[in-house]
């Protein structure tokens, strides 16, 4: 079998590149791709491979082999028109194409397989540019159209999708995302101190990582956190949330919530956190929020479980089947409840000891292994059918 592949995501990322790796800051849709080409180029060595990219892939992708091919090439509209062309000049040697991202171009010449991480545009329209908006909209509704199968990564976003476009449950297939391993010389873990001396942090602290967007609720954070009756807690120092994440879009509200609240002092946001680095962010915090209105998944919540960081978030979308058992959840439009609930795993001790064990075992249901595997069954079932 012939698998052709929408590599676009992996190596043209939102964020731009790491000026220190020189590899791309891939998140969401890039990470997904980027982890999807990797699991299949590890597991597959009996199907043959074409990945299409806009620009030659980057040294961290798998490596080119009789089975694995890249075809690189520039375009304008590259995957709506581009790709379309390069399809239809490879429409003999292709049986199922596949697109881990929303989109498909407008002409495939076999079944083809498209990924939706989420659906977040359809709840909250208002939280988008609105180019991206009608992007998501009137594209998203051809592929989904146009495909014969459409992954997802929970089964909520699943029944969104059901519900919204109106195709069969069978359609639609729900294939959880992974999360990598840690290996104990993949990172050294900073102290205190360092953090201190390295990123200005005080003490104790709340951590929050992610994209600075509307839909991940950040303002409610601050706002809750500036409720904190931290003299009530134990804490020795003034306790900080610390912001880390890249600022995204519609993001301004976020960066003034601080001052509007009189806390500018003990918030502190971070876009500038290396990879390496990170990691000492979840082991030295009290604990992780992700406070997100919707999410397709919810990878930050398996990130910070599996550097023993307990973890709070929304009891929404999809969030409770990314945390399961292993996580304390609160409602994401209550100010007052999110308050609460950092309270109690704050002054909490063996709560957070009970939470970070059961991280642990929650992580171990997920690798990218095995997103590729049942990934590749997908892909197999449309070209036998």
Same mark, same amino acid.
């Given at each position: 079998?012939?698998?052709?592949?929408?590599?676009?995501?992996?190596?043209?990322?939102?964020?731009?590149?790491?000026?220190?790796?020189?590899?791309?800051?891939?998140?969401?849709?890039s990470?997904?791709?980027?982890?999807?080409?990797?699991?299949?180029?590890?597991?597959?060595?009996?199907?043959?491979?074409?990945?299409?990219?806009?620009?030659?892939?980057t040294?961290?992708m798998?490596?080119?082999?009789?089975?694995?091919?890249?075809?690189?090439f520039s375009?304008?509209?590259?995957?709506?028109?581009?790709?379309?062309?390069?399809?239809?000049?490879?429409?003999?040697?292709?049986?199922?194409?596949?697109?881990?991202t929303?989109?498909?171009?407008?002409?495939?010449?076999?079944?083809?397989?498209?990924?939706?991480?989420?659906?977040?545009?359809?709840?909250?329209?208002?939280?988008?540019?609105k180019k991206?908006?009608?992007?998501?909209?009137?594209?998203?509704?051809?592929?989904?159209?146009?495909?014969s199968?459409?992954i997802?990564i929970s089964?909520s976003?699943?029944?969104?999708?059901?519900?919204?476009y109106?195709?069969?449950?069978?359609?639609?297939?729900?294939v959880?995302?992974?999360?990598?391993?840690?290996?104990?010389?993949?990172?050294?873990?900073?102290?205190?101190?360092?953090?201190?001396?390295?990123? &200005? /942090? !005080?003490? #104790?602290y709340? +951590?929050?990582?992610?994209?600075?967007?509307?839909?991940?609720?950040?303002?409610? =954070?601050?706002?809750?956190?500036?409720?904190?009756?931290?003299?009530?807690? &134990? /804490? !020795?120092? #003034?306790?900080e +949330?610390?912001?880390?994440?890249?600022?995204?879009?519609?993001?301004?509200?976020? =960066?003034?919530a601080?001052?509007?609240?009189?806390?500018?002092?003990?918030?502190?946001?971070?876009?500038?956190?290396?990879?390496?680095?990170?990691?000492?962010?979840?082991?030295?915090?009290?604990?992780?929020?992700?406070p997100?209105l919707?999410e397709?998944?919810?990878?930050?919540?398996?990130?910070?479980?599996?550097?023993?960081?307990?973890?709070?978030?929304?009891?929404?979308?999809?969030?409770?089947?990314?945390?399961?058992?292993?996580?304390l959840?609160?409602?994401?439009?209550?100010?007052?409840?999110?308050?609460?609930?950092?309270?109690?795993?704050i002054?909490n001790?063996?709560?957070?000891?009970?939470?970070?064990?059961?991280?642990?075992?929650q992580?171990?249901?997920?690798?990218?292994?095995?997103?590729?595997?049942?990934?590749?069954q997908?892909?197999?079932?449309?070209?036998?059918?």
């Amino acid at each position: 079998m012939v698998i052709g592949i929408n590599g676009y995501e992996a190596v043209v990322p939102r964020f731009g590149f790491n000026k220190k790796t020189g590899l791309p800051n891939r998140v969401g849709s890039s990470e997904f791709c980027f982890q999807l080409l990797l699991g299949l180029s590890k597991i597959d060595k009996h199907n043959e491979y074409f990945v299409y990219l806009p620009k030659k892939p980057t040294f961290d992708m798998p490596e080119e082999t009789e089975k694995w091919h890249y075809v690189v090439f520039s375009s304008k509209l590259w995957t709506l028109l581009g790709l379309s062309r390069k399809l239809f000049s490879n429409r003999n040697k292709i049986d199922v194409f596949f697109s881990p991202t929303h989109y498909l171009p407008l002409y495939t010449p076999c079944s083809s397989a498209i990924s939706i991480l989420d659906v977040s545009y359809l709840h909250f329209p208002k939280l988008f540019k609105k180019k991206d908006l009608y992007q998501l909209k009137l594209w998203g509704r051809f592929s989904i159209g146009k495909a014969s199968k459409i992954i997802t990564i929970s089964k909520s976003t699943k029944n969104d999708i059901i519900k919204a476009y109106s195709v069969s449950e069978d359609k639609v297939v729900v294939v959880y995302p992974g999360i990598k391993k840690v290996s104990s010389i993949e990172y050294s873990v900073l102290s205190m101190d360092r953090l201190k001396e390295k990123y &200005g /942090i !005080k003490g #104790d602290y709340i +951590l929050f990582v992610g994209t600075l967007q509307p839909r991940k609720n950040i303002v409610r =954070l601050v706002e809750a956190f500036s409720r904190l009756r931290t003299k009530n807690l &134990g /804490i !020795k120092t #003034d306790l900080e +949330l610390v912001i880390v994440g890249k600022k995204g879009w519609m993001y301004e509200d976020i =960066l003034n919530a601080p001052k509007k609240l009189g806390i500018t002092d003990r918030v502190k946001f971070l876009d500038s956190v290396s990879d390496e680095d990170l990691p000492s962010f979840y082991k030295n915090a009290l604990c992780f929020v992700l406070p997100s209105l919707y999410e397709g998944f919810g990878l930050p919540v398996l990130e910070a479980m599996k550097y023993g960081c307990p973890v709070l978030t929304s009891n929404v979308s999809s969030l409770p089947e990314a945390g399961g058992d292993a996580a304390l959840y609160f409602n994401p439009q209550g100010v007052e409840d999110i308050a609460k609930n950092l309270e109690s795993i704050i002054q909490n001790p063996e709560l957070r000891k009970e939470l970070i064990k059961k991280g642990y075992e929650q992580v171990k249901k997920f690798s990218w292994e095995k997103t590729a595997k049942e990934t590749l069954q997908v892909l197999e079932q449309l070209a036998k059918s």
